[in-house]
């Protein structure tokens, strides 16, 4: 079993839609949880850090469960240029760089 | 401009032949990590680094080397490649008060035939 799952995809949605991602994770020592944006062929980039009271930016929403171990992320109102793969991250140390990659889901927002 | 450069961007060579890849970045990161990104198995991390030579392995060190003698470089290592790591591999750096955000590099292709 890998260590961070997500949802397979491919997600293909229209404009306008609500699409969630789900990842879960098998360390329950893990410290920080991340979702990473990546466009095709292009290098990752932090898209929101995961606070365990859930957090939102703007059209984002992003909700941790260390019970269940379990971190999902919600899309409103997808736009065009949300069409990228959606990496979910986990940090098994705390404020360190040992991070592990879940394997992605990728979306494709539909006009 | 702030930014992680790699060189070289593409790369084919031979089964045993040595190679380096450069990393630099000119933001003062402390922290610096090297991942290859294969389909089906998302990004997994090499080595990193939390300041200048103190290195440590990630989860699939082997058939890698890495060395951090200056604070802006992070050069990986390939002593003897094989095809098994034919990989996109990108390097990151990020500050250690703030490790919450990596910087990537815009990713090395590189082939071993």
């Known amino acids: 079993r890998k260590e961070v799952e997500q949802d397979p995809g491919p997600f293909n949605v229209p404009e306008g839609a609500t699409v969630a991602f789900n990842c879960t994770y098998s360390n329950s020592a893990s410290q920080s949880f991340f979702w990473y944006r990546q466009d095709c062929r292009k290098e990752p980039k932090l898209l929101m850090s995961?606070?365990?009271s859930g957090n939102e930016d703007g059209r984002f929403t992003a909700q941790l469960n260390r019970a269940s171990q379990y971190i999902s992320l919600l899309i409103r109102d997808s736009k065009l240029s949300d069409s990228a793969t959606y990496l979910c991250?986990?940090?098994?140390?705390?404020?360190?760089?040992?991070?592990?990659f879940g394997p992605g889901t990728r979306l494709s927002v539909l006009p | 401009e702030a930014q992680v450069t790699q060189n070289p961007r593409y790369l084919i060579t031979v089964t045993g032949k040595k190679l380096t890849v450069t990393c630099s970045q000119n933001?003062?990161?402390?922290?610096m990590s090297w991942y290859r990104q294969d389909p089906g198995l998302g990004l997994r991390q090499i080595y990193y680094?939390?300041?200048?030579?103190?290195?440590d392995k990630g989860d699939v060190p082997e058939g890698y080397k890495v060395s951090r003698k200056e604070k802006r470089n992070f050069p990986l290592i390939l002593e003897s490649p094989s095809p098994n790591q034919t990989s996109l591999y990108f390097c990151?750096?990020?500050?250690?008060?703030?490790?919450?955000?990596?910087?990537f590099g815009p990713g090395t292709r590189l082939t071993v035939l």
């Open positions: 995961v606070y365990s």
């Open positions: 933001m003062n990161h402390e922290y």
């Open positions: 991250v986990v940090r098994r140390d705390n404020y360190g760089q040992n991070f592990v």
């Open positions: 680094s939390m300041n200048v030579e103190v290195t």
């Open positions: 990151a750096s990020s500050f250690r008060r703030l490790t919450d955000t990596q910087y």
